[in-house]
């Protein structure tokens, strides 16, 4: 069996060629796809997380409350809770329990970040 | 008789055999980019259009709330007043296109938005408008 070849070429091992650039290359790219979903499923799970967390808030304006929401969200979504940061706001009541009030949710991974608003 | 046709047929699709592996490869692995930059936008659009509904949603209940029962007046500016005043994280060049109330109770806040993918970087960038509405209603 020839195992030499040259790229490009018509002579040489269709083997050895369909290894190179057929599978090697296809590594890079999974290499990528492999970190850009991953990136991708972590602004969900952040979307996911501030938008039902702060649906929450508003319902039952009880920052235990929500936080046992984000921890549960966080841990369906295979996040460890240590690593996410978020904090809650409310203007101009601080409690978010008057009407008019805007409640701001913002959830940190990493560089990753999403945030919700809503109106009480 | 087909059999009688196969030597001619085997020597010209042996003549066509001809060229190389590598184009295949490479074509390959670029179909393959491809295909992952394609599901990568595909989730970039789903996530900015939930962002828009969460937002969208936001300002309905805001304009309900500060509309304190009248929805005759002119609820255009008690949403551009509230989207004004909270930063839209993720969204680009977020309009507003609608505020309309309906039976005197239900508030529609209609929104739009560029597309901008997660990957600001490549070719699909700033393609898009993606639009969404949220309702907000008080009372029966």
Not at chain 2, 42 to 49: A, D, N, Q
Not at chain 2, 85 to 102: A, D, K, Q, R
Request: aromatic share 6%; net charge positive; proline share 3%.
């Amino acid at each position: 069996m020839n195992f030499s070849t040259k790229a490009f070429c018509d002579e040489g091992s269709a083997i050895i060629d369909l290894i190179a650039f057929g599978v090697l290359l296809q590594i890079p790219v999974l290499m990528f796809a492999t970190v850009a979903i991953s990136t991708q499923h972590q602004s969900f799970a952040l979307e996911a997380i501030a938008r039902h967390a702060i649906r929450a808030h508003t319902l039952w304006p009880d920052k235990q409350n929500t936080y046992q929401v984000v921890k549960q969200l966080a841990s369906e979504f295979g996040i460890p809770y240590s690593s996410l940061k978020w904090e809650l706001s409310c203007r101009p009541d601080p409690d978010c329990k008057k009407a008019d009030s805007i409640a701001t949710i913002k959830v940190r991974l990493g560089e990753l970040s999403a945030r919700a608003i809503h109106a009480l | 008789m087909p059999g009688q046709f196969m030597p001619s047929e085997s020597k010209d699709s042996k003549s066509k055999d001809s060229g190389s592996m590598a184009l295949f490869g490479i074509g390959l692995a670029v179909l393959s980019l491809i295909t992952v930059l394609i599901v990568l936008a595909s989730g970039s659009v789903y996530l900015t259009e939930r962002r828009l509904t969460t937002v969208a949603e936001a300002t309905a209940l805001s304009v309900l709330t500060k509309a304190k029962g009248d929805l005759n007046q002119d609820l255009g500016k008690l949403a551009r007043d509230f989207l004004a005043v909270n930063p839209l994280t993720g969204l680009h060049n977020v309009s507003l296109v609608e505020v309309i109330s309906s039976e005197g109770k239900t508030v529609r806040a209609r929104l739009c938005s560029s597309w901008n993918p997660i990957f600001v970087n490549y070719m699909l960038s700033e393609v898009g408008k993606i639009c969404s509405e949220g309702l907000a209603r008080r009372g029966r």
